[in-house]
């Protein structure tokens, strides 16, 4: 990958439950508007099929779930100045959940062709 141009740029992963909400909607949701309103390059819901967190409580699909209360996670990359903007307004909207940021390099592919950022 030595000659393969790459942009330094900020991931921001923020891990929650389903079923977290923020003013009546789901939390996951309201991130993604929030993403949305500050402009980020875009962002993505994962939604899990087991897992756990800082509460221990093991979440995992089951074919007749008495709870839906799955991990999501919400995955934005943008430049490390719009990440440092946007963790503030994101952690003002979460009760609980763990927010991991990591540095990534990235490769912008449109029509087959490798984009080079200016």
Do not use: C, W
């Not at 790459?6 to 309201?30: C, N």
């Amino acid at each position: 990958m030595d000659n393969i141009i790459t942009v330094k740029q900020k991931m921001m992963r923020i891990s929650l439950g389903e079923e977290d909400e923020y003013h009546g909607q789901p939390l996951y949701h309201a991130i993604v508007l929030r993403l949305q309103e500050l402009g980020m390059a875009g962002a993505t819901v994962y939604k899990g099929i087991e897992g756990y967190g800082g509460h221990n409580r093991l979440r995992k699909a089951e074919t007749f779930p008495i709870s839906g209360d799955l991990p999501v996670t919400v995955v934005t990359v943008d430049t490390p100045a719009k990440i440092k903007r946007a963790f503030p307004e994101i952690t003002k909207m979460m009760k609980d959940g763990i927010i991991s940021l990591l540095d990534v390099e990235v490769v912008t592919v449109s029509g087959g062709e490798i984009v080079i950022e200016s």
